[in-house]
């Protein structure tokens, strides 16, 4: 049978914990291997001792461990001692409850149901699902708005739908639990809306069971200003982790997958929307760094553009390409084959490599035979006002996504990425301030739509400062090897087309024009071909 530990938080519970002990449903074996821990958290009086006593009591149905912690953890740190408990001991299950009987242990029969029904990894009892039912419990009424307003604005922040942030009658899947980084978490009261961000954050799902309301003569030891203050701040953090303004370890719980490429941003004012427009229809591209493939597969799609990729492994969208080169181009730019390109991607790929310079460099020499070559470059620029204003605060942060990317080695504002660019023998014909992406924090909707709006008009009035990310459009200039052999070349050229005139010259003129004119003509011919003494200065 699945193995469940109920974990017991205790303070100063010595009147009410064997109660509580008592009134664990014994109908719980029949479907679970059940354990109870009680880990009183440096009570002063006789927690421990009566939490010892009511676990040996011969009518006790469980195994009960009483732990005692000599220094005080906090609400938030007992638990973490809890969960880990479970953890390591290789529980399937761990249902919170509280040691001064405010939470029914009655129910959790109904809460562990709710795990054989459904793919739940945590389940809630809440006091909020049936209306009225908290206040008759005798829920104080500033309890019971606090309670209503905090969760109303956390599922506004967080985007989701639970009727109650705050209630401490949870249990949860060890499974989902070993993803969390709870460790990091606060010790304080808090740690249940941080633990909840966690869950959503690791796409874990969150059952709610409503559970009868209680409130007798228990001490509360919660600030509630202080409380409120905390949850709010935890979950503006979290909200502005979700769109990669703001990074904290702790919420840092996303599975990682393989080939976890950034998003496509073709449906709206992007780098990648850009560079679909810049790029005429019809031409062969060099897709650097191509990713998932969803620029390139736009380009053949939309324009009938021949794309050649180069990426360290093959994105699900690369099917159509004429040729996917499998390199890392920390390690150099690969052979892509001898045909010129019309236009060369390195979109978002600059800021990520070892050293941009070698790269630049070899991208000049790649490209410099090429006359009609073009090559787009994209990055994020560190100068965008949200960075700066998050440095005037003390603040210069890397996370999963955006500008501050961990991924990153370098980070380039307009006028460096320019001075890079010209600095390796590029010739810079366009540069443009691009929008944040904010239909990936705000969707389709008409707030978004209004924001993007804005975002373009400032982004056209300072692009050094609005622009979330750098468009460069530049072209090489020829290496000093290719302009010998083109050199070379037009000697050539004009040499034949000398010699050319000349002949035709003795037609026009007959073979009646005197020898000595016929030779005078000759030695003029010879001499326009051959340098100038200036040009031969060892000669006699």
């Known amino acids: 049978m699945p193995r469940l530990l109920i974990f017991i938080v205790a303070y100063h519970a010595e009147v009410t914990i064997a109660k509580v002990l ?67 001991n290789g529980f399937d299950y761990v249902a919170l409850l509280h040691g001064d009987g405010q939470y029914a242990p009655e129910v959790l029969p109904e809460l562990m149901e709710v795990f054989r029904s459904t793919p739940a990894d945590a389940v809630f009892g809440s006091r909020m699902m049936k209306s009225g039912e908290a206040l008759k419990g005798k829920m104080p009424l500033y309890k019971y708005f606090g309670n209503r307003a905090l969760t109303k604005i956390q599922n506004r922040l967080l985007g989701t739908h639970l009727s109650e942030f705050h209630s401490g009658y949870r249990v949860y899947s060890t499974r989902a639990l070993r993803q969390l980084p709870f460790e990091r978490n606060t010790n304080d009261f808090h740690f249940d809306t941080e633990i909840i961000i966690q869950l959503l954050f690791a796409g874990r799902r969150i059952d709610e069971y409503p559970i009868p309301t209680y409130y007798g003569d228990e001490i509360c030891r919660v600030n509630g200003i202080k409380y409120a203050k905390n949850v709010l701040k935890a979950c503006l953090q979290a909200s502005l982790q979700k769109t990669y303004l703001f990074y904290d370890r702790r919420f840092d719980c996303a599975p990682s997958a393989k080939g976890d490429h950034y998003p496509s941003k073709l449906d709206f004012d992007s780098t990648h929307a850009r560079a679909l427009d810049l790029i005429p229809a019809g031409s062969r591209v060099l897709d650097l760094g191509s990713g998932t493939g969803a620029v390139g597969s736009a380009l053949i799609e939309r324009k009938g553009c021949s794309v050649v990729g180069v990426d360290v492994e093959r994105g699900s969208m690369t099917t159509g390409y004429e040729q996917l080169v499998i390199a890392d181009l920390n390690a150099g730019i690969p052979k892509v084959g001898d045909r010129p390109f019309d236009y060369v991607l390195a979109l978002d790929v600059i800021e990520h490599l070892n050293d941009p310079e070698a790269f630049l460099d070899e991208l000049r020499q790649l490209t410099a035979p090429w006359p009609d070559a073009k090559i787009i470059f994209t990055t994020g620029n560190i100068g965008f006002i949200f960075m700066r204003l998050s440095l005037l605060v003390g603040r210069f942060e890397y996370g999963r996504r955006g500008i501050l990317d961990m991924t990153h080695t370098r980070l380039f504002t307009f006028a460096t990425l320019q001075r890079a660019a010209r600095s390796a023998g590029f010739v810079i014909e366009h540069t443009e301030g691009v929008v944040p992406p904010l239909p990936f924090i705000f969707g389709s909707s008409r707030l978004s739509r209004a924001l993007m709006a804005t975002a373009r008009l400032l982004v056209k009035i300072q692009p050094r400062l609005f622009g979330f990310q750098c468009l460069l459009v530049a072209r090489p200039r020829p290496t000093l090897p290719t302009l010998r052999a083109r050199a070379q070349v037009a000697a050539q050229e004009r040499a034949t087309a000398a010699r050319r005139r000349y002949r035709k010259g003795l037609q026009r003129r007959g073979s009646a024009m005197p020898l000595h004119r016929r030779a005078a003509d000759v030695v003029r011919s010879v001499a326009a071909i051959l340098p100038t003494r200036a040009a031969r200065p060892n000669l006699p």
């Open 22 to 88: 008592r009134r664990i449903p014994a109908s719980l074996t029949d479907h679970y291997n059940v354990e109870v821990l009680i880990i009183d958290d440096a009570s002063a009086d006789a927690t421990f001792t009566v939490g010892v006593k009511a676990g040996r009591a011969d009518h006790m149905p469980f195994s009960v461990t009483v732990l005692y912690n000599p220094v005080n953890q906090g609400y938030g740190g007992n638990q973490k001692i809890g969960y880990h408990y479970a953890i390591d």
